[in-house]
């Protein structure tokens, strides 16, 4: 059961949120809050699998919330998915600093909500559809020096991490990796639980993300 934390200000959004996340059998809502700090809380006492926040909430915002959910100094991180009314690059960069596993904006249909939920839980993040190209150009653009350089990656990670990076990097899922390297899909599984850390991602959406980051990928194919 995949236990998920609903934070939004707005009531109707909040209720519809949690009425489309129950209603799957695979799926429970463990708290429903109204704000950033609420969130927070309730994620550190009861531990979700997915914490959905809203960006703009009152008092704590939900790019601060997940920061301090899931930055990269948390030691024991809660998954986020980020759901928002506003495609602003701002919001979607700041979200995934701050360490968010997933973005979707609100208008989101209702099968691309659940599959996020689900996606985020299994540690693969997700972003909105249209979304992906115009973060990874934006974020090489913003490129900044990363605790393991790419050169550096080749000598850390093994060909077949390397090479699964490269597929993962491409928008390819596990099972799609595993059908192109002709192997099971748990052993895709068992080299990304290898190859994040060494990373300092933890992720398969921030191991993308690095990739691009750090010249492993070009952006622009």
Not at 143 to 149: E, L
Not at 150 to 165: G, K
Request: hydrophobic share 45%; aromatic share 2%.
């Amino acid at each position: 059961m995949i236990r998920v934390l609903v934070a939004d200000d707005q009531p109707l959004v909040r209720t519809g949120l949690v009425t489309l996340l129950d209603g799957e059998p695979d799926i429970e809502v463990v708290a429903a809050v109204t704000d950033g700090q609420q969130a927070v809380e309730a994620a550190r006492r009861l531990r979700p699998d997915v914490a959905c926040l809203d960006i703009r909430m009152p008092g704590t915002d939900g790019i601060t919330a997940t920061r301090q959910l899931s930055g990269p100094d948390v030691p024991d991180p809660v998954p986020v998915l980020v759901l928002t009314t506003f495609d602003i690059d701002e919001y979607l960069f700041g979200a995934l600093e701050a360490g968010a596993s997933g973005f979707l904006l609100k208008d989101a249909e209702p099968e691309q909500i659940i599959g996020a939920v689900r996606s985020v839980a299994a540690g693969n993040g997700t972003l909105a559809d249209g979304l992906t190209k115009r973060v990874l150009a934006e974020l090489v653009s913003r490129r900044r020096t990363q605790p393991v350089t790419a050169a550096r990656a080749s000598e850390l990670l093994t060909p077949r991490e390397l090479e699964i990076l490269l597929h993962l990097a491409q928008g390819m899922s596990n099972e799609e990796i595993a059908r192109a390297l002709v192997v099971e899909v748990t052993t895709v599984k068992s080299h990304l639980a290898r190859m994040m850390p060494k990373l300092g991602v933890r992720s398969r959406l921030h191991a993308a993300v690095w990739a691009y980051q750090n010249g492993v990928v070009d952006v622009r194919r």
